[in-house]
């Protein structure tokens, strides 16, 4: 990086890369948090502190310190950002939300595959510190990721990036978006609940039943059962709160599971 002094322009340039950067994310950076704080609580002592232990050196030493690090790849580190620009997701909805190994994630390339892979090395006591430091980056997002409907949904609209709708802000008529960004952060913003606020909300909330099957793929599968359901492809463009009303409960739901889903995971792989 430039140590000289910094100039508008590029200053500029970096705030509308991040925008445009921002649909491909599943999940906004707070709802990626709420999984990983809803994980931590359900940690195991012993699955606790080998977090702690990786995440030493760390900015934010923390499960949702952390959950956003592989959306960001892309300006911190471009070449893994390229690499792993397919883990995010995996589009099954054109195909019945049947997941194929051999067709919807050849080489292992979506966040079915990448999650198998990346749990297997951050439980691979042999493998260097920091591979499985990276890979409990990988693990915390992708499992995020994958519980987000619109990236295990159809891949003709890009898990909906291509479906426009305008998502009312409570000043204004409402914003220009799209479906995949709505699902990834605008339904929970209409809940005007910092992380704190909005992580107790998701806890005084019943249980949600776990998914009969555990892994990935089942997870993959019920969350495109989700983004092909009736009435998520709103029949109009502005977004109301009949709309906001029905569909949020279910994107609160997705946080939960994936939560309990994410620390199932990470105390198999760190636990006794």
């Known amino acids: 990086m430039r140590r000289s002094r910094p100039t508008l322009l590029p200053i500029l340039i970096a705030a509308l890369?991040?925008?445009?950067?921002?649909?491909v994310g599943a999940w906004g950076p707070q709802g990626h948090r709420l999984v990983a704080a809803l994980a931590w609580s359900g940690l195991t002592p012993q699955a606790r502190a080998e977090v702690m232990v990786l995440l030493v050196g760390e900015s934010d030493p923390t499960l949702p310190g952390i959950a956003n690090?592989?959306?960001?790849?892309?300006?911190?580190?471009?070449?893994?950002?390229?690499?792993?620009?397919?883990?995010?997701?995996?589009?099954?909805?054109e195909e019945g939300c049947h997941y194929d190994a051999a067709r919807d994630c050849p080489g292992g390339n979506c966040v079915?595959?990448?999650?198998?892979?990346?749990?297997?090395?951050?439980?691979?006591?042999?493998?260097?510190?920091a591979a499985r430091r990276q890979a409990l980056k990988f693990v915390v997002h992708f499992v995020g990721d994958v519980h987000q409907p619109m990236h295990a949904g159809y891949g003709y609209d890009k898990g909906?990036?291509?479906?426009?709708?305008?998502?009312?802000?409570?000043?204004?008529?409402?914003?220009?978006?799209?479906?995949?960004?709505?699902w990834?952060?605008?339904?929970?913003?209409?809940?005007?609940?910092?992380?704190?606020?909005?992580?107790?909300?998701?806890?005084?909330?019943?249980?949600?039943?776990?998914?009969?099957?555990?892994?990935?793929?089942a997870w993959a599968?019920?969350?495109?059962?989700?983004?092909?359901?009736?009435?998520?492809?709103?029949?109009?463009a502005k977004i109301d709160d009949t709309y906001v009303q029905r569909w949020r409960p279910v994107?609160?739901?997705?946080?939960?599971?994936?939560?309990?889903?994410?620390?199932?995971?990470?105390?198999?792989?760190?636990?006794?």
Do not use: F, K
Not at 114 to 121: V, Y
Not at 221 to 236: D, K, N
Not at 251 to 272: F, H, K, S, Y
């Open 112 to 129: 079915v595959g990448a999650i198998d892979r990346q749990l297997a090395i951050l439980a691979d006591h042999a493998q260097p510190l």
């Open 221 to 236: 599968e019920a969350s495109c059962a989700i983004a092909v359901q009736p009435g998520l492809y709103p029949p109009r």
């Open 69 to 93: 690090w592989a959306d960001q790849l892309r300006a911190e580190d471009p070449d893994l950002g390229r690499r792993s620009a397919g883990w995010h997701y995996v589009n099954i909805g």
């Open 17 to 23: 890369l991040m925008l445009l950067a921002g649909p």
């Open 184 to 217: 990834d952060s605008g339904l929970l913003n209409t809940a005007g609940l910092d992380d704190a606020a909005y992580l107790r909300h998701l806890q005084s909330l019943p249980p949600v039943p776990a998914s009969s099957v555990a892994g990935p793929a």
């Open 251 to 272: 994107a609160e739901a997705q946080l939960r599971r994936g939560g309990a889903q994410l620390a199932a995971l990470l105390n198999g792989a760190l636990g006794d």
């Open 160 to 182: 909906g990036n291509t479906v426009q709708v305008r998502v009312p802000d409570g000043s204004r008529d409402g914003d220009g978006s799209n479906l995949h960004r709505l």
